[in-house]
T-cell receptor, first 115, second 114 residues
Framework: EADIYQTPRYLVIGTGKKITLECSQT?????MYWYQQDPGMELHLIHY???????EKGDLSSESTVSRIRTEHFPLTLESARPSHTSQYLC??????????????FGQGTRLTVV | KNQVEQSPQSLIILEGKNCTLQ??????????LRWYKQDTGRGPVSLTI?????NTKSNGRYTATLDADTKQSSLHITASQLSDSASYIC?????????????FGRGTQLTVWP
């Protein structure tokens, strides 16, 4: 089982609130990712990081921000949550290539509902 | 445009039966193809990964095939169990960037009935 953890698992908050979704991994992976997934839809990359102090925006535009101060920690923050942010957020990490590819491990996800 | 298309969108089978899920992709340059199982409300878990040179790989009752020429893959599930009920996602990785970008299909929602 992968050692990547997300908290909280479920979150219901009011519009305008600031929230931070936590993601931690204990595998020492340099690369970490945040994906957004709506029900029945594919995962969309919203942020990624190659390592400490490295963050990039992904394919899907997002009003969220991320930081990577420590290798194991990659939190995602929404300064002012809106109902359109309601979705499932998945964190993933990957390490060095083995056998020609890198395995990606996913957290359990955070189901966010903004009311 | 790099895309991953899966079929069927949903599938219902009886426990003990076999089934096959399909994946077509246009990702280029191709690096590898992965099948993930995602239980409702959980993160995806890897089932198989195949590179360009591999055309079949098994993981227990799951067998994936890859035809890199036609850019098609299938996931065959043998002797299905109730716990197989989940979304099965085909993911293709390119080798055109350091990131090794992952392209996700929308998944096939499999329901196994007793």
């Amino acid at each position: 089982e992968a050692d990547i953890y997300q908290t909280p698992r479920y979150l219901v908050i009011g519009t305008g609130k600031k929230i931070t979704l936590e993601c931690s991994q204990t595998m020492g992976h340099d690369k970490m990712y945040w994906y957004q997934q709506d029900p029945g839809m594919e995962l969309h990359l919203i942020h990624y990081s190659y390592g400490v102090n490295s963050t990039e925006k992904g394919d899907l535009s997002s009003e969220s921000t991320v930081s990577r101060i420590r290798t194991e920690h990659f939190p995602l923050t929404l300064e002012s949550a809106r109902p359109s942010h309601t979705s499932q957020y998945l964190c993933a990490s990957s390490g060095v290539p083995i056998g020609g590819y890198t395995e990606a491990f996913f957290g359990q996800g955070t189901r966010l509902t903004v009311v | 445009k790099n895309q991953v298309e899966q079929s069927p969108q949903s599938l219902i089978i009886l426990e003990g039966k076999n089934c096959t899920l399909q994946c077509n992709y246009t990702v280029s340059p191709f690096s590898n193809l992965r099948w993930y199982k995602q239980d409702t409300g959980r993160g995806p878990v890897s089932l198989t990964i195949m590179t360009f040179s591999e055309n079949t790989k098994s993981n227990g009752r799951y067998t994936a095939t890859l035809d890199a020429d036609t850019k098609q893959s299938s996931l065959h599930i043998t002797a299905s169990q109730l716990s197989d009920s989940a979304s099965y996602i085909c993911v293709v990785s390119d080798r055109g960037s350091t990131l090794g970008r992952l392209y996700f299909g929308r998944g096939t929602q499999l329901t196994v009935w007793p």
